[in-house]
T-cell receptor, first 115, second 113 residues
Framework: EPEVTQTPSHQVTQMGQEVILRCVPISNHLYFYWYRQILGQKVEFLVS????????KSEIFDDQFSVERPDGSNFTLKIRSTKLEDSAMYFC?????????????FGSGTRLTVV | AQSVSQHNHHVILSEAASLELGCNYSYGGTVNLFWYVQYPGQHLQLLLK??????LVKGIKGFEAEFIKSKFSFNLRKPSVQWSDTAEYFCAVYTGGGNKLTFGTGTQLKVEL
């Protein structure tokens, strides 16, 4: 069964440093997403990406965040200057038709710890 | 804006006990509803989904959920849980626009032998 792959599984970074979280979506999927889950809180939508541009973003997704599809396979989330409150589990997801009949698959997440 | 509430944050059951996890949403229009499960160290997996039609939806691993529109609810049920059902369960709603999901806070289920 096709999977969404995220690397690394766990990243520790110092406050103020830049981090890049990587995702390899399912190859024939067209829509890509990032969600995050702060420990003990709900999974929150960050951003959706389609046709090489952001289609929607949440209030959380401020200027410190950016997404990119640098090649045909990777989808990255960059946090420019990390803050303690960015510590969370970050989930990448992809879907193929923009509707849920076609499936919406999550990766296993990257746990980001900012110290 | 839509929201999803899961009132049970931690549930502990013995094997073979019946399970019901509550999920309520706030949105007056058409919704698509989902239950996801996350086993320890693994990714979010879709258990079941409701788009339209029969409000009683059957999913994988013996789970089912009932959509009650008048109560804005989509509770998850399983008649007899197993130790392997120990996981975190998330209810989510899609209301259109951007294809984003709005999640509840999740319920940690622990099944004891």
């Amino acid at each position: 069964e096709p999977e969404v792959t995220q690397t690394p599984s766990h990243q520790v970074t110092q406050m103020g440093q830049e981090v890049i979280l990587r995702c390899v979506p399912i190859s024939n999927h067209l829509y890509f997403y990032w969600y995050r889950q702060i420990l003990g809180q709900k999974v929150e939508f960050l951003v959706s990406f389609y046709n090489n541009e952001i289609s929607e973003k949440s209030e959380i997704f401020d200027d410190q965040f950016s997404v990119e599809r640098p090649d045909g396979s990777n989808f990255t989330l960059k946090i420019r200057s990390t803050k303690l409150e960015d510590s969370a589990m970050y989930f990448c997801a992809s879907s193929d038709g923009g509707t849920f009949d076609y499936g919406y698959t999550f990766g296993s997440g990257t746990r980001l710890t900012v110290v | 804006a839509q929201s999803v509430s899961q009132h049970n944050h931690h549930v502990i059951l013995s094997e073979a006990a019946s399970l019901e996890l509550g999920c309520n949403y706030s949105y007056g229009g058409t919704v698509n509803l989902f239950w996801y499960v996350q086993y320890p160290g693994q990714h979010l997996q879709l258990l079941l989904k409701y788009f339209s039609g029969d409000p009683l939806v059957k999913g994988i691993k013996g789970f089912e959920a009932e959509f009650i529109k008048s109560k804005f609810s989509f509770n998850l049920r399983k008649p007899s849980v197993q130790w392997s059902d120990t996981a975190e369960y998330f209810c989510a709603v899609y209301t259109g626009g951007g294809n984003k999901l709005t999640f509840g806070t999740g319920t940690q289920l622990k099944v004891e032998l």
